[in-house]
Antibody, heavy 120, light 111 residues
Framework: QVQLQESGPGLVKPSETLSLTCTVS??????????WSWIRQPPGKGLEWIGY???????NYNPSLKSRVTISVDTSKNQFSLKLSSVTAADTAVYYC????????????WGQGTLVTVSS | QSALTQPASVSGSPGQSITISCTGT?????????VSWYQQHPGKAPKLMIY???NRPSGVSNRFSGSKSGNTASLTISGLQAEDEADYYC???????????FGTGTKVTVL
């Protein structure tokens, strides 16, 4: 059974960089069949796709966040990570990591989510 | 790329059937069969319910079914049960630079 677990600070100051890591167990980030994605959900609002990374290191980001987002992968640790720079209160959200089927484009496994609050 | 359009809320009595719509454009829902549906209970992560328009993952009840016509996809829940009360989101691949787009979300209430 594939499991994903997000980790990282729950509180980030405005203008700083949000950093989260997703640890994958029961599966490998090196699998060629999947993208590894980050998705967020502001409190009381809907889901927003942030971006994904392939095991090779190739990435795609939501254009609305592209200038501030970096997603990286560490195959040796079976982890992938998210960095979002210059955060504001609008970036306060529950952040999910998820596995996306590469060819059929659905998210089949999700982490439990972690709330990140941007506040001084 | 705007979010796909879903009704804010849908309700039904136990045992009834309800349908949730998800309207996009020819660049997303209408152009590809990569439409998926997710169920989200309060405080929980979304759960995949339907993929590729109408396919159910192993373990998902056959009371859930999906379909598509033109630029609108639909999720039908038959034999509505109390446990089906949750938020539901559609998602689609899109040819726009956004690549992935979610719906606005629908709150299902079991009366």
């Amino acid at each position: 059974q594939v499991q994903l677990q997000e980790s990282g600070p729950g509180l980030v100051k405005p203008s700083e960089t949000l950093s989260l890591t997703c640890t994958v167990s029961g599966g490998s980030v090196s699998s060629g069949s999947y993208y590894w994605s980050w998705i967020r959900q502001p409190p009381g609002k809907g889901l927003e796709w942030i971006g994904y990374i392939y095991y090779s290191g190739s990435t795609n980001y939501n254009p609305s966040l592209k200038s501030r987002v970096t997603i990286s992968v560490d195959t040796s640790k079976n982890q992938f990570s998210l960095k979002l720079s210059s955060v504001t209160a609008a970036d306060t959200a529950v952040y999910y990591c998820a596995r996306e089927a590469r060819y059929l484009r659905y998210f089949d496994y999700w982490g439990q989510g972690t709330l990140v609050t941007v506040s001084s | 790329q705007s979010a796909l359009t879903q009704p804010a809320s849908v309700s039904g009595s136990p045992g009834q059937s309800i349908t949730i719509s998800c309207t996009g454009t020819s660049s997303d829902v209408g152009g590809y069969n990569y439409v998926s549906w997710y169920q989200q209970h309060p405080g929980k992560a979304p759960k995949l319910m339907i993929y590729e328009v109408s396919n159910r993952p192993s373990g998902v009840s056959n009371r859930f079914s999906g379909s598509k016509s033109g630029n609108t996809a639909s999720l039908t829940i038959s034999g509505l049960q109390a446990e089906d009360e949750a938020d539901y989101y559609c998602s689609s691949y899109t040819s726009s630079s956004t690549l992935e787009v979610f719906g606005t979300g629908t709150k299902v209430t079991v009366l």
